[in-house]
């Protein structure tokens, strides 16, 4: 792993930083292969229950570097590059069964406001702003951006959000449903880490099950989901957790999760 993607651990949750901020945590290839890697090492360790993903300086990510080789040379495959770095992410975060909280700290340009949007619980600071910046290029939004936004926002904004590639700030976003909260820009970092370690200490196969079954509602008919939610209930009721969730709510006490 080179240094622009830090990595640690503790409590439970693996803290991911994009760490390149001289270029506004701009990615390029050798960046996103160690992004992937990292999400790869926090699904793998059985120490992580949940992701916490941020940017370094004052940007989230301003995407693609457009000055990397991989995008800018005549014969530049830009299909290429998403079918072996983006897109990889985009289904190892939606993949993962660990919830992933992303704390947007500025501004999220392109590829990199999509792959904030590919998290489960999206925070920002009140002065980060989501934009669609593919149009100005002649792009159209990817790493996600065409499926998520119409989904979180609906279809008319997700239009106007594409084709105008006008900045969203935190508020907006919120207001639209397109992330879950918005941070004052001085306690992005201590209310985005509680949630992480929070949901670190949770019942983690309810919440891996929970990721499943709402990515897959997306093209499930209602009586394929209710299927999934009978055969994903059956499974969890047989799980620790859930005998030790409801034994603490018998006895009025804090649950001890195990992720068993
Ligand atoms: C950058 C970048 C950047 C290089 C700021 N690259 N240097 C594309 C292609 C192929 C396949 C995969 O998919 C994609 C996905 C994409 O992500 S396409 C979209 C790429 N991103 C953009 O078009 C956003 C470009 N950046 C901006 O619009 C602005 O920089 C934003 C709005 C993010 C921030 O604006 P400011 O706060 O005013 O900062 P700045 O523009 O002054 O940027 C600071 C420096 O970072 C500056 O360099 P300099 O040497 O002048 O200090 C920028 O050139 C550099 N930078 N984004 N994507």
Redesign the pocket.
């Known amino acids: 792993m080179d240094d622009t993607i830090t990595f640690e651990v503790a409590d439970g949750v693996a803290t991911i930083a994009l760490d390149r901020p ?3 945590n ?2 390029t290839s050798e960046m996103l292969r160690d992004l992937l890697g990292a999400l790869r090492e926090a699904d793998a360790d059985d120490e992580v229950r949940a992701v916490l993903l941020t940017g370094t300086g ?2 989230f990510c ?7 080789p ?2 800018s040379g005549e014969n ?1 495959d ?1 299909g290429a ?2 079918e072996e770095r ?1 897109n990889p992410i985009v289904l190892t975060m939606r993949q993962i069964p660990k919830p992933i909280v992303v704390a947007v700290n500025g ?1 999220a ?4 406001a999509n792959l904030a949007l590919a998290g489960d619980i999206v925070l920002a600071a009140r002065s980060a702003k989501f ?1 669609q ?2 149009a ?2 002649d ?1 159209i939004p ?2 996600g951006g065409t499926w998520q936004l119409p989904r979180l926002v609906g279809s008319a904004r997700a239009l106007g959000i594409a084709l105008l590639g006008e ?1 969203v700030g935190a508020e907006q976003a919120k207001e639209w449903g397109m992330i879950w909260d918005v941070a004052d820009d001085d306690e992005l970092m201590d209310v985005a880490g509680d949630m992480a370690r929070t949901l670190a200490q949770g019942p983690t196969r309810a919440y891996g099950a929970i990721k499943r079954a709402m990515d897959a509602a997306a093209t499930n008919t209602l009586d394929e989901q209710l299927d999934l939610e009978r055969d994903m209930q059956r499974e969890l009721g047989r799980s620790d957790d859930y005998r030790e969730g409801v034994a603490a709510f018998m006895e009025k006490r804090t649950p001890r999760f195990t992720g068993r």
């Open positions: 001289e270029r506004l701009a990615f004052r940007a301003a995407g693609q570097d457009l000055a990397d991989a995008v530049a830009l590059l998403l983006y501004v340009a392109g590829a990199g934009i910046a593919f100005k290029i792009l990817d790493s900045p």
